[in-house]
């Protein structure tokens, strides 16, 4: 088939969801890009399932928003029990859960040899466990609710060799 080359060919698309209202679950909200996540997505109307694995990283959010806007759970990625409970959280606050973003990583800089079995199995059990059990949980929820969600996964600039290739993996 032919691809459109004009706007006014092309299948109408779905408008995008409003962040105002939208009910949103983020892993590694106690970070920076996390944090910066979970503060748009508030900051424009909407609300916010937080977690992290450090209750302390999650303070400056809980100090700043209500428990009508924000709610946060404290678990491992690592576990497929954290993302449900991250996702339920949202939803036992919200009525539902509209979209994820897996935003918790784990990354190490130097060369493949510079790092011990463990630390390389902590980073892919975070890095790639924790954004599938993330989906997983997200997709039922989707399910259950009907009309679908949005799944977003955050990725680093290693994967383009911004580092010039010194990253372990």
Not at 43 to 70: C, F, I, N, Y
Not at 151 to 163: D, E, K, P, R, Y
Request: aromatic share 4%; no cysteine; net charge negative.
């Amino acid at each position: 088939p032919e691809t459109p080359t004009h706007p006014e060919e092309s299948p109408a698309m779905e408008p995008a969801r409003s962040p105002e209202d939208t009910a949103v679950a983020v892993t590694g909200a106690g970070g920076g890009i996390g944090g910066a996540i979970a503060r748009l997505v508030l900051e424009a109307g909407g609300r916010v399932a937080a977690g992290d694995l450090r209750p302390d990283a999650l303070a400056p959010l809980r100090d700043t928003w209500d428990d009508d806007r924000l709610t946060t759970h404290v678990g491992d990625v690592r576990g497929e029990a954290t993302a449900d409970a991250l996702v339920n959280a949202g939803v036992a606050a919200f009525g539902r859960v509209d979209s994820v973003v897996a935003n918790a990583a784990v990354g190490f800089y130097g060369g493949l040899l510079d790092y011990s079995a463990d630390e390389v199995s902590l980073m892919v059990d975070v890095n790639v466990k924790g954004t599938v059990w993330l989906a997983r949980a997200a997709v039922r929820q989707f399910r259950a609710q009907g009309d679908g969600g949005d799944i977003v996964i955050i990725g680093s600039v290693a994967g383009l060799l911004i580092g010039g290739g010194k990253e372990a993996v």
